[in-house]
């Protein structure tokens, strides 16, 4: 992952921990290995260190009062030692004199070992020193392929997003699969999740993206199936279709996004007479978590703003909804279901690598505009999550840029924000999300939309 912002870091692995070497020093490529290196499932924490070697502790603490001077000025601190290997000194003597050095040299307001608004941190390693500038927080949880893969139903809302990246950020191989209730605009919203998800937190392996047309089988439930009972059989029917697609991906467990009682197929009953259908494992991440702290981690995580947006395709609607379903009722309901209308969405599935979506989308009528550089007169549309926008900006001193983040895009074009008569370019880090929204918005009859691929 960090060979795309530069082919000269190196990785080297050590007894607990990687060390990353960089050699750049320009603010922007690090902070493009910090958001990697912060988004990689199985990192516990990340420090960006200034390295040396060992010669006297005073070298130490020279460079030592290079770094923390002005974040001293007023300040109480403590310095904490790590040190591997033979050395003549404790780790206490180096905190000693590194403290000593720094209260006596600067401004602080002196040294607090139990509550220092700032830590000084060092690790000494046989004959190497690293004094941490900055020390941030890691996702967790295990390497992605250390654990097996899992097939996550996703509907682009906020618990099967969170429940997915949950699911990566644990070390499993995360495969999507969607259930199509609302057309192929609901595909391209549920593919920009998944999208997002795989591009932020799971890139270093290939995924799939499984999309099952459902319309016809929400139609023969809503056609056959009693009012109150079906939610639960249209969950059961996804649950079928999800475990099939699953066993021939050799895949042993799905994951989903339900929570304890947060709709009425989400009771314990239900839920119990759901996965009754089926002998594949289901794991549910977010199984006992309230509605806020869901949406709170998406914002987190950066899905918050888009699946916000998504409208719900709930499918069937019940007057009353069943939070007691009973088994032989829903079998007795699913008796009168037409199950070759079943077997037909399986066989019009589509499963497509993920970093490949965009080959299996409709092609437009026109063929899709694709540049290096910027015509004149045409005008760049930075489609990227605000994060990454702030991470690395789009510097084009010669044309005009405008910051429409993807989720937005679609009522910018149907608004009257937009001149219809300008050429219009759309711009993302990896050049996907740009190809899928221009795709998009060509067919949909905006043939002044292309694509900004520099390079």
Request: aromatic content about 6%; some cysteine; proline content about 3%.
């Amino acid at each position: 992952m960090l060979k795309k912002v530069d082919e000269k870091i190196s990785v080297v692995s050590k007894r607990d921990y990687l060390e990353v070497n960089t050699p750049q020093d320009s603010e922007e490529s690090c902070r493009l290995v910090e958001a990697i290196l912060t988004s990689t499932p199985g990192v516990a924490s990340v420090a960006s260190t200034f390295h040396m070697s060992l010669d006297s502790l005073e070298n130490v603490l020279s460079h030592a009062l290079n770094l923390f001077t002005e974040r001293l000025r007023g300040k109480t601190f403590a310095v904490r030692c790590k040190r591997a290997g033979k050395h003549s000194f404790t780790s206490m003597d180096v905190e000693r004199v590194i403290g000593a050095g720094l209260n006596q040299q600067t401004e602080a307001a002196g040294v607090n070992l139990t509550k220092p608004d700032v830590t000084v941190r060092l690790e000494i390693r046989e004959q190497d020193v690293f004094i941490v500038d900055e020390l941030m927080k890691g996702l967790g949880g295990f390497p992605l392929g250390t654990q097996d893969g899992v097939l996550s139903l996703i509907s682009g809302g906020f618990d099967s997003a969170v429940s997915s990246y949950l699911s990566i950020r644990r070390g499993l191989l995360t495969h999507y699969c969607f259930f199509n209730l609302g057309g192929h605009e609901h595909e391209i919203a549920v593919k920009e999740v998944a999208l997002y998800l795989w591009m932020r937190y799971g890139a270093s392996h290939r995924v799939k993206f499984i999309s099952v047309p459902f319309e016809a089988v929400v139609s023969e439930i809503i056609s056959k199936v009693d009012n109150s009972q079906m939610g639960v059989v249209l969950k059961r029917m996804m649950l079928r279709v999800a475990s099939r697609l699953a066993a021939d991906l050799n895949i042993d467990a799905l994951v989903t996004g339900e929570a304890v009682a947060q709709v009425s197929s989400q009771t314990l009953t239900n839920l119990a007479v759901i996965d009754g259908v089926s002998e594949t494992l289901v794991l549910r991440p977010l199984i006992m978590s309230e509605k806020q702290d869901i949406i709170d981690l998406a914002k987190k995580i950066g899905t918050e703003e888009f699946s916000a947006v998504i409208p719900e395709y709930c499918g069937v609607i019940s007057v009353r909804p069943t939070t007691k379903a009973r088994l032989h009722r829903i079998e007795r309901e699913e008796e009168r279901f037409d199950f070759s209308i079943l077997e037909a969405a399986i066989t019009e599935t589509i499963s497509s690598r993920i970093d490949q979506l965009l080959d299996s989308e409709k092609k437009a009528s026109i063929e899709l505009l694709e540049v290096e550089s910027v015509p004149e007169q045409a005008i760049v549309i930075d489609i990227r999550h605000p994060d990454e926008e702030e991470r690395s900006p789009l510097i084009l001193p010669a044309s005009e840029i405008k910051k429409i983040p993807f989720f937005k895009l679609n009522t910018a074009f149907e608004s009257t924000s937009l001149e219809k008569d300008a050429q219009y370019l759309l711009y993302c880090d990896k050049g996907m999300m740009s190809r899928l929204h221009a795709s998009y918005l060509v067919d949909k009859g905006f043939l002044n939309v292309g694509v900004y691929r520099p390079g």
